[in-house]
């Protein structure tokens, strides 16, 4: 589990957060999902999948990672979505 430390200043949410952090809204749920990595280097993947016709198959891969450069890179399926500075 993932603890964050948030504050909130002028009604604005503000927390201390890592590399990434991912925040989904699933129907059904009281509260969303989220999850980022634990360490300053750290990255994530996360793996999204599809009903298609009784079966279930991978739709999309997100991976956030930092690259040899030490840049942040966001990428979906191995396509370059994002990129910037820690």
Partial sequence: MIHLRHSKRNGVLKMA???FYGKA??????TDVTFGPAAKDGGFS???YIRD????????????????????RLECNDTLLARGER
């Avoid at 809204?25 to 009281?30: A, H």
């Avoid at 016709?53 to 991976?63: E, Q």
């Fill in 17 to 19: 957060i890592r590399n």
């Fill in 25 to 30: 809204y699933v129907d059904g749920r009281k």
């Fill in 46 to 48: 996360l793996d999204l």
């Fill in 53 to 72: 016709k009784g079966t279930i198959k991978k739709a999309a891969t997100v991976a956030g990672f930092v690259d040899d450069e030490g840049l942040l």
